[in-house]
């Protein structure tokens, strides 16, 4: 049976592998972020003093339901194999991490935690300057590691001995993303399908990706998983001596102790590949800085957009183009084997970017406008990538012989106490028992009440450009909402001035809106309540960021079968499959399993009672029973979901984890049993259950007395699972249930009302008077009850409460 790693069986897990004993005493044990169960232990002999604790990095693969564990890590122990029984690449150990043992049947690795080092994402993102010697660095060390094993046959059988005798197939780099089943509901936002319907309307950029795959030479060990989480950078990096030339030994890249300035982790992914995937990886990490800090809303033109980045290309430019040029120094040869490297890195830097979206998609992130821009930035690279040269490097030809070692730099060393990392040294478990003040809990949560939230609103909301706060939350950052609130509010407010008058006031309002509806409507926005952390346990318990446990639950408390989704069209078939578009969506699917045509025929081939679906022909698809929605899990009723042209109402659930299960097997087997159109939505995250909107349930108003009756039944039931608040503007049916009509067409009733008070708070004065009167006003101007905010314009429904 395998181990499921957690915090509370570390010390007996630890002395089974030999690597303590019974007497030692673990100090500490962190988790670290990342797609596996990653534990950073501190453990000392029990005689000894803490300050000479020494630190393990424990990592376990996620392990789903089959409690199979995954094989990438036996891929990457390989590795670490490799460099020690060849004595010519000892040396390159001082760039990887430091492994102590690998477990192969619990898919576990131990490794000497690298204490004086940072994650490289994390670093760059606290940056307000680019240092030369970081990217000199990194592309030397990622160019000696490839010249290491280029064109190595030998290594290439060491490492994969099932490779003899095979030629080397392409990669498919398409599969994902021309492969798409039904199967995709269950696996991504339903929001982030946007991403695969625009990519289907480039033809070129398809085009593009299969050259790519045509053009793919493996030559030489590449990490092929290469993103600046996967780097890590030493402390003291500012006080590196770049060599005069290159190539340079791999001492030159280290520090006078012997450890290497950078270190390449995460080897599980590795593959025998191109170099041009790796280095390309890294340009897209670059760009990425520079995407991620664009103020990016369907209020603001693109080329305000650019003006507003917090980090300009311009100033990302001199980095990208030592990175390259440091490469191609430290690596010449790859001119001779790619005479057109650069621009073969800007196509795979493209494919990067690609990567990326998909890998946000997987987390099921919704697909928004930085990732439109990402897809936007990605095809000009692989499409035309000469062309990008000059706006990616700066220049239009990038050589080694340009290569110059970076000169001296302002004091560049890095505030000890001002940059956090997880991968940074650990703090003393004494360091988490520090208390700030205490802010008190706000009096409208202590008792729910709709009114007492808008008095708490109007009289402690503060919007004060560039930020917007509350005296017992978080303050936000209008122009960069994820920007940390110490950047310099002048630098903050100059790049909000630069916006046009009226696209400045919608970009606000949007952030207004927001923050608002994080704190009155969904309960999200992180309270300034201090105190002592909690202690938890940390399990490996969690697959592409689901708890896999709960969301097991949760499928099994579905009592859906599916529904019929109509109006898809064949356009083409393989052997066994048809392949169907709605809307630019396509997907392959089995035409005996999931197809009828409109008139309720099956739509298969090969049998005497499927009706051939010639192309072109339209057809109804039998779509999963859920779908996911990034944070949440969506139960679509068997007659499908409410009616777009039907009156609609929503009625949300202040709800425990556990509730959230009960509702979904009482409300999804009855509501289904009665033919009735719904969608059901509770949080994946077990602990995300503090929210005032943890479930939401829409239906059509039709039905809503039905739907009482069967809460009325089952109420007993469910009333020790539920909390107040409910959400701002809702009717109170039960406490901890409150209701709203679903507004005409898209729109969101809780963003909807909260933009209302957005604009609201903008107009007024400080003063309650004036805001409670703005209030009123723009409420009476969408022809809204300002005493019945919960309906809808002209609507006079009445809903009794339970």
Request: a negative charge; charged letters at 20%; glycine letters at 6%.
């Amino acid at each position: 049976m395998v181990v499921r790693l957690n915090s509370a069986g570390i010390h007996e897990y630890l002395m089974h592998q030999g690597l303590c004993d019974s007497t030692d005493v673990v100090e500490d044990v962190q988790q670290l972020l990342g797609k596996n169960l990653n534990l950073l232990v501190q453990i000392r002999q029990h005689d000894a003093p803490p300050s000479s604790a020494s630190q393990l990095l424990i990592k376990q693969a996620p392990i789903g339901r089959t409690e199979l564990p995954s094989q990438d890590f036996e891929e990457e122990w390989r590795i670490h194999q490799l460099l020690a029984c060849h004595e010519q690449l000892l040396p390159l150990q001082a760039l990887l991490p430091q492994g102590l043992k690998f477990d192969a049947d619990n898919a576990i690795q131990i490794f000497r935690y690298l204490g004086p080092y940072s994650d490289l994402g994390d670093f760059y993102d606290d940056a307000e300057q680019f240092s030369a010697k970081i990217p000199v660095a990194i592309g030397s060390a990622l160019a000696t590691l490839h010249q290491a094993t280029f064109q190595r046959q030998d290594y290439h059988l060491e490492l994969d001995p099932e490779s003899a005798g095979h030629e080397a197939e392409p990669p498919d780099f398409r599969d994902e993303l021309e492969n798409l089943t039904p199967e995709i509901f269950r696996q991504i936002s339903i929001d982030g399908l946007k991403f695969y319907r625009l990519y289907n309307r480039s033809k070129e950029l398809s085009k593009a990706i299969a050259e790519l795959e045509h053009d793919y030479e493996p030559c030489c060990l590449v990490h092929h998983d290469l993103k600046f989480r996967n780097i890590l950078l030493h402390d003291d990096w500012f006080r590196w001596q770049p060599p005069p030339c290159l190539p340079a030994a791999v001492e030159a890249l280290c520090l006078p102790d012997a450890q290497g300035l950078v270190r390449l982790i995460d080897w599980e992914q590795w593959a025998w590949g191109d170099p041009a995937f790796d280095v390309g990886a890294l340009v897209a990490e670059y760009l990425r800085l520079w995407l991620k800090s664009l103020v990016l809303s369907r209020d603001v033109d693109l080329a305000v957009a650019l003006q507003l980045a917090a980090v300009p290309l311009d100033r990302l430019q001199p980095s990208l183009s030592a990175f390259m040029q440091a490469y191609l120094a430290q690596f010449p040869g790859i001119l001779a084997a790619f005479p057109d490297f650069p621009a073969r890195v800007l196509r795979f830097a493209g494919l990067g970017l690609i990567g990326a979206i998909q890998d946000r998609l997987h987390y099921r992130e919704s697909c928004g406008n930085l990732e439109i821009a990402m897809l936007q930035v990605a095809r000009s690279l692989l499409c035309n990538p000469e062309a990008a040269m000059v706006t990616v490097f700066g220049r239009s030809h990038v050589s080694p012989d340009d290569f110059q070692p970076p000169g001296p730099e302002p004091d560049l060393e890095p505030d000890r106490g001002g940059i956090g990392s997880t991968c940074s040294a650990a703090p003393s478990p004494l360091d988490t028992l520090e208390l700030q003040a205490e802010v008190p809990q706000p009096h409208w949560l202590q008792h729910g009440s709709g009114q007492e939230a808008l008095a708490d609103l109007i009289n402690h909301v503060r919007i004060e450009p560039p930020l917007i706060c509350h005296p017992a939350y978080a303050d936000l950052d209008l122009v960069h909402p994820g920007e940390p609130v110490s950047t310099g509010v002048d630098q903050r407010q100059q790049r909000l001035s630069k916006l046009p008058e009226q696209l400045r006031q919608a970009y606000v309002v949007g952030q207004v809106r927001n923050y608002l509806h994080d704190i009155y409507f969904s309960g999200e926005q992180e309270r300034k309540i201090a105190g002592p952390a909690v202690t938890k346990e940390f399990k490996n318990d969690a697959v592409s960021g689901l708890n896999v446990d709960y969301f097991h639950r949760i499928q099994l408390a579905n009592g859906g079968t599916g529904f019929l989704d109509s109006d898809w069209m064949v356009i083409g078939w393989d052997e066994h499959r048809a392949q169907v578009e709605k809307d630019g969506l396509r997907l392959w699917v089995d035409p005996n399993i999931d197809l009828v045509l409109q008139d309720g025929l099956k739509a298969g081939r090969g049998s005497a009672e499927a009706a051939p679906a010639a192309v072109g022909t339209m057809v109804v698809l039998r779509l999963p029973n859920a779908v996911l929605t990034e944070e949440s899990y969506s139960a679509i009723g068997n007659a499908g979901e409410p009616a777009l042209d039907q009156a609609g109402i929503s009625i949300y659930f202040n709800i425990s984890a556990e509730g959230a299960l009960v509702l979904m097997d009482v409300l999804t087997k009855a509501l289904n049993q009665q033919d009735f159109p719904f969608a059901l939505t509770i949080l994946t995250d077990p602990e995300s259950y503090s929210r005032y909107n943890s479930a939401t349930l829409m239906i059509e108003a039709a039905h809503y007395e039905a739907v009482r009756a069967l809460l009325c039944q089952h109420l007993a039931r469910l009333q020790p699972h539920l909390s107040h608040p409910i959400p701002l503007f809702t009717w109170p049916l039960a406490p901890g249930i409150g209701l709203a009509e679903s507004p005409q067409g898209q729109d969101d009733f809780g963003l909807g009302r909260c933009q209302i008070l957005a604009k609201a708070l903008i107009l007024a004065d400080a003063s309650p008077q004036s805001r409670r009167q703005a209030i009123q006003d723009k409420f009476a101007e969408r022809k809204l009850n300002w005493q019945r905010p919960h309906l809808n314009p002209g609507s006079d429904s009445h809903y009794p409460p339970l």
